[in-house]
């Protein structure tokens, strides 16, 4: 799986990557559902993805 921020190779069972640390998955928080981290839409249940908030 390519990091979508640095571009880094990581092995697909990798939850950040291994270079830079960016989220190389998205968690819906619907329905616990794990979409590639360029998803907008869950693509289990439909809801947004986009509607995720950092934390502080």
């Known amino acids: 799986m390519k990091c979508p921020h640095c571009q880094t190779e990581n092995s697909e069972t990798r ?12 968690i819906c928080p619907q329905c616990g559902t794990e979409n590639p981290p360029e998803d907008k839409f869950c693509g289990e ?3 947004s993805l986009t509607e995720l908030t950092a934390t502080p």
């Open 15 to 26: 939850k950040f990557c291994r270079e830079c640390g960016a989220k190389l998955i998205n």
């Open 45 to 47: 249940c439909g809801q």
